[in-house]
């Protein structure tokens, strides 16, 4: 016998050998070790907290321990039990048997392949569990009843769920989705092949419609062997998918299940779901579906609790010597300021740290070098020409259209002043195309740079090599398609993710490759540069986004918490935080400093592609294949609304430059202009709603949308707002 | 043309397949791609699992045969990425270690030379005979003062050819102290010898910056012999080696 180790976290370096090569017919010592890999940090994930962590391990321990010596016991083992009970202690009482149906789920689990639970069957639920007696632990290490019982449990927590009155039948369904799932899965995993089809034919058809895609999925997983490449779906067996039921739906459940004839299904439930219970009213059909819909559940309303500084930065002073124009340097003071137009986030008014917004150096920035100033003087100018939109007042779009890209353009980026476009494509090719006359020129050999004069004022034009002038430039260097790419803001680099594994920097002044970045070894699906430069984030299918900044070869954080691929990465714009869309259907916001994930938003019903943070740095805003888009808000963590209209895939999103219109570009082909301010002027943000986080979503679609504009078949995979408010949109002409 | 064409058998299975696994809108020619694909993994499957039967020394490929083969080759082609826990334990130690400082005004804020791909990929035949013995890798800026043929007193990465060097000096040079810090200038200085390949020992003039000597602040004229590469003299100081290969 081994005693797994419990205290969630600790992982035993020697058990790491064993995860690839699991045998089906294991004693179930050695499955422990296996399993016990895969679940410990779920206890560290669960309810208990961080803090009692340890307090917790021990008390597993303990429990573990008790677990262990019944099982002796039974199966008459009493000197290894006399031995064991020495050893660690314990005193002669504790070896009470209790409850006749642990005894029978513990032997029969003993033969066959067994699953492990972490022995966290003492911090399942929040509702104030007391102690949980030895049974509960026992049988979770031991399989959970007789396959061939599953479908009668299943259709008899089926028919209970529909026999409960109307306002709990609404939560209590959630039950079934994880349920069917799980239990689908132990079947599979445990070789009960013929018991699982028949499970999956009988009750698979009951299912939410929108979980369709998933059990598609499972329908082709057969075999225990098919789920071992498949990581997502061995991080769903192992993770405990989060229900949040009301406490009074929550009683009845209970109270159903503990009846003796009902403790195996019971056993199953808290073996892989986690109940989040909230007092309150029950909520409604429309409201949990449009907060489900994840491959892990919802988000615990403890996730969402963490501070997050979603405020901006202050925008530093830059003294300049005074132009023949109105330019003349920026007072943070507030003093008066003559012929200053209309400021909006630069030039802040406020004396105050805004108590929302990060401390300037929350995490290290890098300084302003001079030409940075000059950008921002420009920045400013071009501000002042901005035109305020509304929804009488849409912006004109402008919309660049790939011609001949053969479906091959997989990611499009503008600089931020709309004089550079890059595309990243198929061939594993990167194109950057000049937008204004001026052309791309390359800078002149080392050579040639010795001859110039270096005190002229021109400098910078001279040390630009006419004879390589040309309208786009090519860069060649990757072996797979370029999934991502990213302009610096100082417009000296572009990043590009690929299918190669790799992040690559290339320099637009000499437009060669600088530094492949190695990291991920599987496709990278996205990155972007930080707003201030030098960070980076890259997000791909090992599940991770990682931080890196351009002068580290190994990146310097690390994201990890998705149960399927990244797919998509965009930073906050006061740089302090990530938000990252995943294939499971969740996206999480990640504090740069730690390395936290700080918020976890639920609610879409399909792989998210497109992210885009407000200019205020308080919403954000997500779409995803499933059409919707989303808006949350990142201060409370509650989703705020919900714009229907598109029926497909939405590739982009993007906010115009004061936040008030929206912008969603689809796979339908279209452009849709959305009302922001609008939409986020009507908050409810009372207590109960801040502390449940239960929404009233307005189906106000309809009224939010200002525009649908149609392309001719050229799906719109990138959308930016040029500093005057003039939507660009880009894509690939695909007849 | 003529008859009516029928799909193959094959072709019939994969449309089924991709029917079954709710694939509606697929192009005509991903039906022969997953065809080849599926052609290609059986075969090499069966192919594996013939040698591993006949290692065994068995007469007839069997179904742990089999099972090996695609056991390899699951480790080797389709790998998966790392489980979560190893992922998060990776996260949180990478996580505790703060973020590093930014160093002000540090140009291009690049990795280190070796992991960049900034380092020329190719290396100039040398032609003319290896005076030394050395391992003539990278040359050596010689140092010269003044009218004395003085040997470099800091550490040479290769012996320089002693040629009539001394002659060459230009501008006086002014001491400060008996060492020396050699700089070889980065790439984007200023330097001509890039591009001479020289069949005769080409001895060129390197300028070299005051602020890179640091607090020397001596303007000195170095002159370059280019033994065998033009470029590689144009590393950065602290690389030591031959980096060829790096990414």
């Known amino acids: ?735 | 043309m003529s008859a009516p064409k029928t799909i193959p058998k094959d072709a019939q299975v994969m449309i089924q397949i991709l029917k079954d696994m709710g694939i509606t809108e697929y192009e005509p020619r991903v039906i022969n791609q997953m065809l080849e694909f599926t052609y290609r993994y059986v075969t090499t499957i069966i192919e594996d699992a013939k040698i591993y039967a006949t290692h065994a020394k068995k007469s007839n490929v069997d179904a742990d045969d089999i099972k090996l083969a695609i056991q390899c080759r699951m480790d080797q082609s389709f790998t998966s990425p790392p489980p979560r826990d190893f992922l998060l334990e990776v996260a949180r130690q990478k996580n505790q270690t703060p973020l590093p400082l930014i160093k002000p005004y540090t140009g291009p804020r690049l990795p280190p030379d070796r992991y960049c791909l900034t380092a020329p990929n190719y290396r100039l035949k040398s032609i003319q005979k290896k005076v030394s013995s050395s391992a003539g890798r990278i040359s050596v800026p010689r140092l010269s003062v003044g009218a004395v043929s003085s040997r470099p007193s800091t550490p040479t990465l290769g012996t320089p050819s002693v040629q009539s060097v001394t002659t060459k000096v230009g501008t006086p040079v002014s001491l400060t102290g008996q060492r020396f810090t050699v700089q070889i200038p980065p790439p984007s200085q200023t330097t001509t010898t890039k591009t001479t390949t020289p069949s005769t020992p080409a001895v060129s003039n390197v300028l070299i910056n005051p602020s890179l000597i640091g607090s020397k602040n001596i303007l000195i004229t170095t002159n370059m012999v280019s033994q065998n590469t033009g470029g590689e003299s144009l590393k950065r100081k602290h690389e030591d080696d031959d980096d060829y290969d790096a990414l």
């Open chain 1, 1 to 735: 016998f081994r005693a797994v180790p419990d205290d969630g976290g600790l992982v035993d370096a020697d058990e790491d050998k064993d995860i690839k090569t699991e045998a089906s017919n294991d004693s179930w010592g050695n499955n422990n070790a296996n399993d016990g890999r895969l679940l410990s940090p779920s206890p560290g994930s669960s309810a208990s907290a961080g803090s009692n962590k340890s307090a917790a391990g021990a008390s597993e321990e303990q429990q573990t321990l008790l677990a262990v010596l019944q099982f002796l016991r039974k199966n008459k083992l009493t000197e290894s039990v006399e031995i064991l009970r020495r050893e660690a202690g314990l005193p002669e009482d504790s070896l009470e048997p209790k409850g006749a149906e642990s005894s029978g789920a513990g032997s029969g689990g003993a033969s066959g392949g067994v699953d492990l639970e972490g022995g966290d069957a003492s911090s399942l639920l929040t509702a104030g569990e007391d102690q949980p007696d030895v049974n509960v632990v026992l049988s979770a290490y031991s399989q959970q009843g007789d396959p061939a019982l599953y479908e009668v449990y299943y259709s008899g927590l089926k028919r209970f769920i529909e026999s409960v009155l109307d306002c709990h039948r609404a939560e209590l369904s959630q039950v079934f989705y994880p349920l069917f799932v799980h239990m689908y899965l132990e079947l599979v995993y445990n070789n009960h092949e013929s018991e699982a089809k028949a499970f999956f034919e009988k009750f698979s058809g009951d299912q939410e419609c929108y979980y369709e895609d998933d059990l598609r999925v499972l329908s082709s997983l057969t075999k225990k062997e098919h789920m071992r490449g498949n990581e997502t779906l061995l991080d769903f067996r192992t993770s405990k998918f989060v229900l949040r039921i009301s406490r009074d739906s929550y009683q009845l459940l209970k109270r159903h299940l503990q009846e003796r004839q009902n403790n195996q299904i019971w056993n199953i439930i808290q073996e892989h779901l986690y109940i989040d219970i909230f007092d309150g009213m029950p909520r409604s059909k429309s409201q949990i579906d449009a907060m489900s819909g994840s491959l892990a559940g919802e988000a615990k309303r403890e996730a969402n609790k963490a501070k997050v500084y979603y405020g901006l930065l202050k925008e530093p002073e830059i003294e300049l010597p005074l132009d023949d124009e109105d330019e003349e340097a920026e007072n943070e003071e507030g003093k008066p300021k003559k012929k200053k137009p209309k400021k909006d986030s630069l030039g802040s008014k406020s004396k105050k740290q805004d108590p929302n917004a990060p401390s300037q150096n929350r995490i290290p920035l890098p300084e302003l070098k001079d030409s940075d100033k000059l950008d921002k003087i420009m920045y400013m100018k071009e501000a002042t020409k901005r035109i305020r939109l509304g929804p009488d007042n849409l912006p004109s779009i402008c919309f660049y259209s790939f011609l001949n890209a053969y479906q091959g353009l997989t990611a499009v980026d503008f600089t931020d002043d709309s004089s550079l476009i890059a595309g990243g494509f198929a061939d594993s090719t990167v194109r950057v195309w000049s937008v204004t006359p001026k052309k791309l020129r390359k800078v002149k050999s080392a050579a040639d740079l010795n001859l110039i004069d270096k005190e002229s004022d021109d400098v910078l034009e001279r040390i630009m090599d006419e004879k390589t002038a040309s309208e786009s430039k090519i860069l060649c260097g990757h072996s797979g398609p370029v999934y991502g790419i990213s302009f610096s803001p100082d417009r000296n680099y572009l990043l590009s993710s690929s299918e190669d594994g790799t992040v690559r920097l290339w320099s637009l002044q000499t437009f060669t490759c600088l530094v492949g970045y190695k990291g991920h070894n599987y496709p990278v699906w996205d990155t972007q540069f930080s707003p201030h430069g030098y960070y980076f984030v890259s997000g791909g299918h090992d599940r991770v986004a990682r931080l890196w900044a351009t002068d580290h070869y190994q990146p310097l954080r690390m994201f990890s918490g998705h149960l399927a691929d990244v797919t998509c990465t965009r930073f906050h714009p006061n740089s302090n935080y990530v938000a990252t869309g995943s294939s499971d259907r969740t996206i999480r916001l990640w504090d740069v400093l730690n390395g936290n994930c700080v918020r976890i938003f639920t609610g879409h019903k399909g792989p998210i592609h497109a992210l885009a943070f407000s200019p205020n740095g308080k919403f954000l805003a997500s779409g995803a294949t499933d059409g919707r888009v989303l808006l949350w808000d990142i201060g409370h963590g509650l989703m705020v609304g919900e714009l229907k209209g598109h029926t497909d895939t939405i590739y982009s999103l993007r906010f115009s430059r004061d936040g008030e219109i929206l912008a969603s570009g689809s796979m339908d082909n279209t452009v849709r202009l959305w009302d922001a301010t609008k939409a986020f002027d009507d908050l409810e943000t009372d207590d109960f709603t801040a502390a449940t986080g239960h929404i009233h979503l307005q189906d106000n679609s309809q009224e939010l949308l200002l525009g649908t504009y149609m392309t001719k078949s050229t799906p719109v995979i990138h959308l930016h707002f040029t500093r005057r408010n003039l939507l660009l949109a880009a894509g690939a002409y695909n007849p």
